[in-house]
């Protein structure tokens, strides 16, 4: 199968004036000037998508979701539902890793390796953390550095829990075997093996992960924290985190992404080692919100949309080591997103090199099959 996306307007994340972009399976295979009459006389289908006023997007990496559902922390009645493949696509992502939360008493991470695959058989790629809030982490073979070398979806653990009173007070050498049998995990099986950290409200705030970097042998690119736009002294210590080579994501569970980026930015903080999540499902929080955010903090906010697209896209999958995400570029996957260029609706979505939303609805079929 071809698809051919004609003359829009390229981000790849950055600005790459008007491009067309070939796409032949599952890849990127040009970009650039693309005869069509020779494509024609391939005899071989392929679909044209006049892309003239969208802009041409990486589809969104969404590192931080509750796809089997969080929540649940004012009892039963509480608990989120999972996250569906149409709310992914119709969304713009096209990358998601998902996580366990508070509970995983009533919520396993068999579940989420099934829901990882089943969104990934829908053709959204989808991966997870192993673990969850507390220590000892819950894993799927008794190891975490088993967990990622055997388990081909596994990319690291977390959602860690540290300044919290939900989490489980762990000492800053409990996090240290934690993050190097996660390091050396990800080294045997050439994946991220990273360890992603839930920063709660508690006033010691990322104080432990600079100890760690300060007394243990640790990379700090393993080192992922994330809900960084809390408050202005977290995030104060995340951007002094990111100057030590760690990554730092921030949430939009609540509006107003927009001056929290700013102030990362204004304030020093390293621009390649910040991403974005939605953090979906927890109350309030839906994989919508990504694209939400970008457009108010373009529109109401004044950040330009080539200063905020790599946080959505390139950066999350340079943090998690998925190296044919996040960008644009032949040989990488054909995972795009269109967006119009005056209204920034999104019109077209693509992910494995097939379109899967096209004029703002759905074109998959109710049970995930593509039509």
Same mark, same amino acid.
């Given at each position: 199968?071809?698809?051919?996306?004609?003359?829009?307007?390229?981000?790849?994340?950055?600005?790459? $004036?008007?491009?067309?972009?070939?796409?032949?399976?599952?890849?990127?295979?040009?970009?650039?000037?693309?005869?069509?009459?020779?494509?024609?006389?391939?005899?071989?289908?392929?679909?044209?998508?006049?892309?003239?006023?969208?802009?041409?997007?990486?589809?969104?990496?969404?590192?931080?979701?509750?796809?089997?559902?969080?929540?649940?922390? +004012?009892?039963?009645?509480?608990?989120?539902?999972?996250?569906?493949?149409?709310?992914?696509?119709? *969304?713009?992502?096209?990358?998601?890793?998902?996580?366990?939360?508070?509970?995983?008493?009533?919520?396993?991470?068999?579940?989420?390796?099934? +829901?990882?695959?089943?969104?990934?058989?829908?053709?959204?790629?989808?991966?997870?953390?192993?673990?969850?809030?507390?220590?000892? =982490?819950?894993?799927?073979?008794? &190891?975490?550095?088993?967990?990622?070398?055997?388990?081909?979806?596994?990319?690291?653990?977390?959602?860690?829990?540290?300044?919290?009173?939900?989490? &489980?007070?762990?000492?800053?050498?409990?996090?240290?075997?934690?993050?190097?049998?996660?390091?050396?995990?990800?080294?045997?099986?050439?994946?991220?093996?990273?360890?992603?950290?839930?920063?709660?409200?508690?006033? *010691?705030?990322?104080?432990?992960?600079?100890?760690?970097?300060?007394?243990?042998?640790?990379?700090?690119?393993?080192?992922?924290?994330?809900?960084?736009?809390?408050?202005? *002294?977290?995030?104060?210590?995340?951007?002094?985190?990111?100057?030590?080579?760690?990554?730092?994501?921030?949430?939009?569970?609540?509006?107003?992404?927009?001056?929290?980026?700013?102030?990362?930015?204004?304030?020093?903080?390293?621009?390649?080692?910040?991403?974005?999540?939605?953090?979906?499902?927890?109350?309030?929080?839906?994989?919508?919100?990504?694209?939400?955010?970008?457009?108010?903090?373009?529109?109401?906010? $004044?950040?330009?949309?080539?200063?905020?697209?790599?946080?959505?896209?390139?950066? =999350?999958?340079?943090?998690?080591?998925?190296?044919? +995400?996040?960008?644009?570029?032949?040989?990488?996957?054909?995972?795009?997103?269109?967006?119009?260029?005056?209204?920034?609706?999104?019109?077209?979505?693509?992910?494995?090199?097939?379109?899967?939303?096209?004029?703002?609805?759905?074109?998959?079929?109710?049970?995930?099959?593509?039509?």
């Amino acid at each position: 199968m071809l698809t051919l996306i004609r003359d829009g307007q390229l981000l790849t994340p950055a600005p790459a $004036g008007v491009q067309s972009v070939l796409l032949v399976g599952e890849r990127i295979a040009h970009v650039g000037p693309v005869d069509e009459a020779r494509l024609t006389s391939l005899e071989v289908p392929c679909e044209v998508v006049d892309a003239r006023g969208c802009l041409v997007l990486p589809g969104f990496v969404d590192p931080h979701e509750h796809l089997i559902g969080a929540g649940g922390e +004012k009892g039963f009645g509480s608990r989120m539902h999972e996250v569906t493949l149409e709310q992914l696509l119709l *969304a713009g992502v096209t990358t998601v890793v998902g996580c366990l939360g508070t509970d995983s008493s009533t919520r396993h991470l068999g579940a989420l390796v099934g +829901k990882a695959r089943q969104l990934t058989e829908g053709g959204v790629s989808a991966f997870l953390y192993t673990g969850g809030f507390h220590l000892p =982490p819950r894993t799927l073979t008794g &190891s975490i550095m088993d967990d990622l070398v055997l388990i081909d979806c596994v990319l690291g653990v977390g959602e860690l829990a540290i300044a919290d009173a939900r989490s &489980s007070q762990p000492s800053v050498a409990e996090l240290a075997r934690v993050v190097a049998d996660t390091m050396v995990g990800g080294t045997l099986s050439g994946k991220a093996g990273v360890t992603h950290f839930h920063t709660g409200p508690g006033r *010691a705030r990322m104080s432990q992960l600079h100890q760690l970097l300060d007394e243990y042998e640790v990379r700090p690119e393993c080192l992922y924290a994330t809900h960084a736009n809390r408050t202005e *002294a977290l995030l104060d210590d995340a951007i002094s985190l990111s100057h030590r080579g760690a990554y730092i994501d921030m949430d939009t569970v609540d509006p107003g992404l927009g001056p929290w980026i700013r102030y990362y930015l204004e304030h020093g903080g390293v621009p390649e080692r910040l991403t974005v999540s939605s953090d979906a499902h927890t109350a309030g929080a839906e994989p919508g919100r990504l694209h939400e955010e970008l457009v108010a903090s373009v529109r109401e906010h $004044g950040l330009a949309l080539e200063t905020l697209l790599p946080f959505f896209t390139a950066n =999350p999958a340079a943090a998690l080591k998925l190296r044919q +995400k996040g960008r644009i570029a032949p040989g990488l996957d054909g995972d795009l997103v269109l967006l119009d260029a005056g209204t920034l609706d999104i019109v077209h979505v693509f992910s494995k090199g097939r379109r899967r939303v096209g004029d703002g609805e759905l074109l998959i079929a109710p049970e995930g099959r593509g039509v």
